[in-house]
């Protein structure tokens, strides 16, 4: 079982950039697909973007597409979310998540094999 650890949150106004950090324990990290979770405030959690365990495919939520990207480098056990023109509508609690399945971590959130325990970003207006 994979351990994560996210970080990186925080306030930032509207048209800003933030950098999310997941970091993993483990030596088995890159057999794991990433993704990247959020749950703004009174709502559910959803899905925002999920990476592959070589990188070569990822997946977004149409809300999110052109402003965030999800990167990770297996060297250092480590998935990113790089958030561009950040709106207010981005506030959420972000969580990472790992699973060995790349269809249930974009499309299943319960039943994920690890989570982290969140970072929280507020993007004023």
């Known amino acids: 079982q994979v351990q994560l650890v996210e970080s990186g949150g925080g306030l930032v106004q509207a048209g800003g950039s933030l950098r999310l950090s997941c970091a993993a324990s483990g030596r088995t990290f890159s057999s794991y697909h990433m993704g990247w979770f959020r749950q703004p405030p009174g709502k559910e959690r959803e899905f925002v973007a999920a990476i592959t365990w070589n990188g070569a495919n990822e997946r977004y939520t149409d809300s999110v597409k052109g402003r965030f990207a999800i990167s990770r480098d297996n060297a250092k056990n480590t998935v990113y979310l790089q958030m561009n023109s950040l709106k207010p509508e981005d506030t959420a609690v972000y969580y990472c998540?790992?699973?060995?399945?790349?269809?249930?971590?974009?499309?299943?959130?319960?039943?994920?094999?690890?989570w982290g325990q969140g970072t929280l970003v507020t993007v004023s207006s």
């Open positions: 998540a790992a699973d060995r399945n790349f269809i249930r971590l974009v499309t299943t959130i319960k039943t994920l094999d690890a």
